[in-house]
């Protein structure tokens, strides 16, 4: 199939706000907005996807667009003029059915059949995806970011501070993410646990995929101790993060053999040390922040060979691409940056980070915005600059999406447009790598929390 | 200098004492000159059948302070007691007669910081369950009188809340005996919110030993489960080794045998409130909630009670919750109950009126519902027979800025601008 993805398709004729309605009744609508009564019942949260400016950037509301609420998800069958996958070849004009928030059929509209009750979204001048996947947010939440007494921290998780939909995120999911892994700082070698969530409305359990999602290590350039502690250097900080190690190893080897039959006395809980248990039973992987070649050698060495555990390569930047072959055979992902590229000096030319490691042969490969370093409405431009850099758009496009769903082991809920997976769709003018196309609407779970017909254009 | 400061002081004590010294129609007289325009009748009968300091209320509007009023109503009060309410009430012989425009019950701050000397917080650790506020009371600070003359009859000094799980609050009167406890251990407050992080922030990393988890949020969290986690594990376990009064105290509160407060602001802090309490089987009742419009079906679904302290014009400290004058209006629409906290309560339900709350639901706030959420109905908090005389006279409406408070009766002793009788 042809990849078309550049070619954006071409503009519809489409009257604005402003020149099918007249003058004098534009004045008299803001008139009335402004001398609305003022009402003891507050100003909702959901009068932020009031149209605010009517008219001033896009066309007039459709009729039958499907607005967020939390009642029962509604049944979609949405029509897109090129639906990008992420789990085969493209296909131009396809349909995608939704019920209950999961994804009920995906294909060639020719073969999909509209049942009866579904709720039509024509989409056919736009393309379809599969929600972004932000591997490395800190803007889901509120500021409380490093606990810095301790060096290393098991006990924390930050799930507890978790605001969902606040108002970065709904610029976020303007870009297109619908799922971030917000996670501690890089203040001490391990900042706690982080968490799976989506950007969308709702209460924190309805948000979160997983917690915990995974763990957060920071093994050099942040956490460096200047007190007169342990760990005022990468030796002392890598034997810190291995001794924090060792004692959860130790806890869960204890559980896991009480489990299994064989030791008799049951273990005592105890609360600081219970998460590791689905660490090391490699069921959340630890989300590194590691950077440069030694970092990530000690990282390939003590967190993946040693303790053998799923490990993020969460940064990956600077020279630490020559290490690309033994990330390669290890299967270990690198969701890179913020930073993109590096300046060889020997070949006296700026590297495009992403494209070193897939050059070397690195499979899971993504990108990410390290939000607020960078916004994360702007994943995508991260990844459009990788492309700048010698990146295929092809695997740009499932670096933003499947792979680091993968390497998050979420892939079963997100990531790609397959039937059973949530229905994180996302709706825009084009390629999400061309940074002059933008997203049109978007679905979380099946429900409507975007849509530039009837909300502002937020991005 | 000197003259002037002793001076001022001066102009304090003669309301205290001629108020004593002086028979009662000098007094009668002075008020009727003060308040020319009210029938205003004092007589000097300090007995009655009706009990010792007997008196008779007759006012125009009687708030129950349970939502209801009678119109008029009068209220029998002796021995300190109210004795009888009802509209008409045949007054007993010899019995002293007052009229009033409105009367409500004394009104309760289920969130007061007032009398505590020497701090309200210890500084050297984040856990201080056998703690009590009660110790650190000074009952000769004037703020107590103050009190009084704003209507405020009973308080619930609370710790501060520097501190995770920071002790005992205590509930006394701010009028008549000294001291005047209601109950002078109530229950356990926890802190579930930025504050405790306040004193051990630092710029980068931890400059000095006496920086201490929490810093942040995370750590917060961590105190609480850890603590709740270990009294859950030692009242599973008992040892037969002395128990320290803290472990007690905390191994009582998952076992729900002491009463837990717990102050909470913004809408994720309540949530991981509800969160923890949900892990460890505590019931704890809500201070604070500024953003609890936010999460009112989480209160709801908690089955929630609400002392809440965020109706100001500012968000406290440095969490900068974001605050919204109508939430006790949509509190009440929701059913979720609540007291309006924090002093200056009358201000608040004014303004809680002003903002949408129903007249009766906002006196309510203020005096039946905070006596409900914190266990002393059967004390305080309504104008009914059997209960406290806490009362208070006003000139006119209660919620309007400009009526004035005549006088506050605390246990039938009544406190008039500094003319006590």
Same mark, same amino acid.
Request: charge should be negative.
């Given at each position: 199939m042809s990849n078309r993805f550049l070619t954006p398709l071409p503009?519809t004729?489409r ?14 609508? $803001? ?14 949260e959901s009068?932020e996807t ?8 896009d066309e007039?509301k459709p009729e039958s667009t499907v607005i967020d609420s939390r009642g029962p998800a509604p049944k979609l069958a949405i029509l897109v003029g090129k639906l990008i996958t992420c789990a085969g070849p493209n296909i131009d004009g396809g349909t995608i059915l939704v019920a209950d928030g999961k994804i009920q059929a995906v294909g060639p509209s020719n073969e999909i059949a509209i049942p009866e009750g579904y709720e039509v979204i024509d989409h056919r001048e736009h393309f379809a995806m599969p929600g972004l996947v932000e591997a490395h947010c800190?803007t889901a939440g ?5 606990? $810095? ?10 799930w507890?501070?978790i605001i969902p939909h606040n108002p970065r995120l709904q610029v976020a999911i303007a870009g297109g993410v619908t799922t971030v892994c917000q996670i ?5 070698? $391990?900042?706690?646990?982080g968490v799976l969530m989506k950007t969308g409305p709702g209460r924190p359990e309805e948000v979160i995929i997983r917690a915990p999602g995974v ?50 006395? =049951? ?8 998460? %590791?248990?689905p660490?090391?039973?490699r069921e959340i992987p630890?989300l ?22 799923k490990?993020i ?8 691409? %020559? ?5 390669? =055979?290890?299967g270990?992902p690198v969701m890179a940056g ?16 992403v494209?070193?490691?897939d050059?070397?042969?690195v499979e899971g490969l993504g990108v990410n915005t390290?939000s607020?370093?960078?916004p994360e409405e702007e994943l995508a431009f991260q990844a459009t600059?990788a492309v700048?850099?010698?990146w295929t758009e092809e695997r740009a496009i499932r670096g933003l999406t499947i792979e680091p769903a993968k390497a998050l082991m979420i892939d079963h809920r997100v990531g790609s447009l397959e039937v059973g997976k949530d229905a994180d769709i996302v709706i825009l003018t084009g390629s999400i790598i061309d940074p002059r196309q933008h997203v049109k609407q978007v679905f979380i779970d099946g429900r409507n929390v975007y849509n530039t017909a009837v909300d502002r254009r937020r991005f | 200098? &000197?003259?002037? *400061? ?39 009968? /300090? ?12 006012? +125009? ?25 009802? +509209? ?13 425009? +409105? ?12 009398? @505590? ?47 995770? @799980?920071?002790?005992?609050?205590? *509930? ?44 942040? #949020? ?20 008992? &040892?037969? +080794? ?55 079906d989480? /209160? ?12 100001? &014009? ?39 009126? #002003? ?58 002793? @009544? ?7």
């Amino acid at each position: 199939m042809s990849n078309r993805f550049l070619t954006p398709l071409p503009p519809t004729s489409r009257k604005s706000f402003t020149r099918r309605v007249p003058i004098w009744l534009r004045c008299g609508l $803001m008139l009335l907005l402004c001398l609305a009564p003022a009402t003891t019942v507050p100003a909702d949260e959901s009068n932020e996807t009031a149209p605010i400016q009517a008219g001033a950037n896009d066309e007039p509301k459709p009729e039958s667009t499907v607005i967020d609420s939390r009642g029962p998800a509604p049944k979609l069958a949405i029509l897109v003029g090129k639906l990008i996958t992420c789990a085969g070849p493209n296909i131009d004009g396809g349909t995608i059915l939704v019920a209950d928030g999961k994804i009920q059929a995906v294909g060639p509209s020719n073969e999909i059949a509209i049942p009866e009750g579904y709720e039509v979204i024509d989409h056919r001048e736009h393309f379809a995806m599969p929600g972004l996947v932000e591997a490395h947010c800190h803007t889901a939440g509120s500021g409380d970011l490093n606990e $810095m007494v301790y060096q290393t921290n098991p006990e924390l998780r930050n799930w507890d501070q978790i605001i969902p939909h606040n108002p970065r995120l709904q610029v976020a999911i303007a870009g297109g993410v619908t799922t971030v892994c917000q996670i501690p700082g890089s203040g001490t070698n $391990m900042g706690g646990w982080g968490v799976l969530m989506k950007t969308g409305p709702g209460r924190p359990e309805e948000v979160i995929i997983r917690a915990p999602g995974v763990l957060k290590i920071a093994q050099a350039g942040n956490p460096e101790r200047t007190g007169g502690e342990v760990g005022s250097g990468r030796i002392g900080m890598n034997h810190v993060i291995r001794q924090q190690l060792l004692e959860g190893q130790l806890y869960v080897r204890q559980w896991d053999e009480y489990e299994a039959g064989h030791r008799a006395t =049951k273990p005592e809980v105890d609360l600081r040390l219970e998460y %590791f248990k689905p660490l090391f039973r490699r069921e959340i992987p630890i989300l590194v922040h590691t950077q440069q070649f030694q970092v990530v050698q000690s990282t390939l060495r003590i967190l993946h060979d040693e303790m053998n555990l799923k490990i993020i390569i969460g940064h990956g930047t600077f020279d630490a691409y %020559f290490l690309g072959e033994e990330v390669r =055979k290890r299967g270990i992902p690198v969701m890179a940056g913020p930073r993109g590229f590096r300046y060889d000096p020997e070949l006296g030319q700026i590297r495009g980070i992403v494209a070193e490691y897939d050059a070397r042969g690195v499979e899971g490969l993504g990108v990410n915005t390290d939000s607020p370093v960078i916004p994360e409405e702007e994943l995508a431009f991260q990844a459009t600059m990788a492309v700048r850099f010698g990146w295929t758009e092809e695997r740009a496009i499932r670096g933003l999406t499947i792979e680091p769903a993968k390497a998050l082991m979420i892939d079963h809920r997100v990531g790609s447009l397959e039937v059973g997976k949530d229905a994180d769709i996302v709706i825009l003018t084009g390629s999400i790598i061309d940074p002059r196309q933008h997203v049109k609407q978007v679905f979380i779970d099946g429900r409507n929390v975007y849509n530039t017909a009837v909300d502002r254009r937020r991005f | 200098m &000197t003259y002037w *400061l002793s001076n001022k002081r001066r102009l304090r004590f003669p309301w205290a004492s001629i108020g004593r010294a002086i028979v009662a129609p000098v007094i009668a007289c002075c008020v009727c000159v003060g308040f020319a325009s009210k029938v205003y009748s004092l007589e000097d009968s /300090l007995t009655s059948s009706a009990g010792t300091n007997a008196v008779l209320i007759q006012a +125009e509007v009687v708030h129950i302070g349970d939502g209801t009023t009678l119109q008029p109503g009068m209220v029998l009060v002796g021995d300190g007691k109210i004795q009888a309410v009802a +509209e008409s009430i045949t007054p007993p012989a010899d019995i002293r007669v007052l009229r009033v425009a +409105e009367l409500t019950p004394g009104f309760i701050d289920a969130a007061s910081s007032i009398g @505590i000397a020497g701090g309200a917080g210890e500084l050297t650790s984040e856990v201080t369950p056998d703690f009590v506020v009660a110790d650190a009371l000074n009952f000769q600070d004037p703020d107590f009188r103050r009190q009084v003359d704003a209507g405020i009859t009973t308080v619930h000094v609370t710790p501060n809340t520097d501190n995770v @799980i920071a002790g005992f609050a205590g *509930l006394l009167k701010t009028g008549g005996a000294t001291p005047n406890w209601l109950q002078r251990e109530t229950g356990l407050f926890l802190s579930m919110c930025n504050d405790p992080t306040g004193r051990n922030t630092s710029r980068s990393r931890p400059e000095t030993l006496y920086v201490r988890q929490p810093t942040n #949020r995370m750590g917060v969290v961590w105190i609480l489960r850890s603590r709740l986690h270990s009294a859950q594990q030692a009242t599973a376990t008992p &040892t037969t +080794e002395s128990t320290t009064a803290a472990a007690q105290i905390m191994s009582d509160m998952v076992q729900g045998k002491v009463r837990t407060y717990a102050v909470s602001r913004t809408s994720y802090d309540i949530e991981t409130l509800y969160r923890i309490a949900k892990e460890f089987g505590v019931r704890p009742t809500l201070v604070g909630g500024d953003e609890a419009y936010k999460v009112l079906d989480v /209160l709801k679904q908690e089955q929630a009670a609400l002392i809440f302290t965020g109706f100001s &014009t500012q968000a406290i400290g440095s969490e900068q919750s974001q605050l919204r004058w109508n939430t006790p209006a949509l509190l009440a629409n929701a059913k979720i109950p609540f007291a309006l906290a924090g002093d200056e309560l009358l201000s608040q339900a004014r303004l809680a009126h #002003r903002f949408g709350l129903e007249r009766e639901t906002a006196l309510a706030a203020i005096t039946s519902e905070p006596a409900k959420i914190l266990g002393h109905e059967g004390r305080v908090g309504k104008i009914a027979a059997g209960l406290d005389a806490d009362l208070v006279a006003f000139q006119g409406d209660p919620l309007q800025v400009t009526s004035a408070l005549e006088w506050v009766m605390v246990d039938g002793q @009544i406190y008039s601008n500094g003319k006590d009788q």
